[in-house]
């Protein structure tokens, strides 16, 4: 869990550029806020690689996932140099750094048995890496036009996979065969989340509607309209008892995942809602294209914490229930770590 009375602390910044270096609850000012992490530590992630194993692409790249190990001990990364890079979370001393994608690598998913990583992205292609070694991929058959978003079932059985089109594919993780498929209107998946007890799939994205489907037989459960606006991040809470989704239209939603009511809509005010995370029961870490990330409060809507660095969008979050570790990434080409005490 977070702890809101962390004043002044951030373990690590990794940079990745050239320089190295129901009822709506409006939410307060973050400017208003006394409760403030700040960062105090800079890692600088390209050192001890050389110009070969980054292609020579001596660019910042921006972040389009982060993810981490179901033990806690890595961290991955993704982004618009192809590239995808590994981490030990306890130190953010560099690992494995892949570089088999020929185009934005999108999204990444460990297996729950931290076996295997699953990375996809605009070059229309799933691969599976062996951990730890994170050599010679499989490569599953066919092609997916602009993959988005990877979830592994919570048994590790089967892969998710969301991209722009109209459905969203469930596939063997072993074999790579269709398991189902299920319809998605408007074109384009952009995010998906599976219930920790695994009963429960979601996805959204272009229409604005969040499906829910029993993730055993894709059996439809919920179709849960927030605005109309596009849906970019969805998340279950620890419990499963609720599923957060928000996007363009600026807000929030909360729906109670047993009867499909709102159970609460919260104003993020001035920026589309990029990222959601769940830090322990109750908080929702929130990222938006305004650059700010805040941890809110589910039950009553108030921001607990304001978490500030990020100078782009905070596309992508990521949390350690283990270590109590929230990981943030962002357009601005960082990747912040925000530890508990």
Known sequence: MIKTNLVTHMSAVLLLGVTFAGAVAESPDPATLAQTIQATRVIDTYRGLTPTSIRSRQIAPVIGCVAVSPDGSQLVATGDDHLTRLWRLADAKPGAVIDNHSDWVRAAAFQPDGRRLATAGDDRRVRLWQLPSARLPSVLPG????????????????????????????????????????????????????????????????????????AADGRPVHQLAADGRRIRAVAFSPDGDTLAAGGDGRSVWLWDVASGEVAREIAARDGRVMSLCYCGPGRLAVGRSDNALHIWNTVDGAIEATLPGHTGSVSTLAYDATSGQLISGGFDTTIRIWPAE
């Open 143 to 214: 092609e997916i036009p602009g993959i988005n978003v990877l979830q592994f079932s919570p048994d590790g059985r089967r892969l998710a996979i969301g991209a722009f089109e109209e459905k969203v594919r469930v596939i063997d993780a072993d074999s790579g065969s269709s398991t189902m498929e299920l319809p998605v209107e408007g074109g384009e998946v952009l995010a998906m989340a599976y219930s920790r007890d695994g009963q429960y799939l979601a996805a959204a994205g272009r229409s604005g509607v969040v499906h829910v489907w029993r």
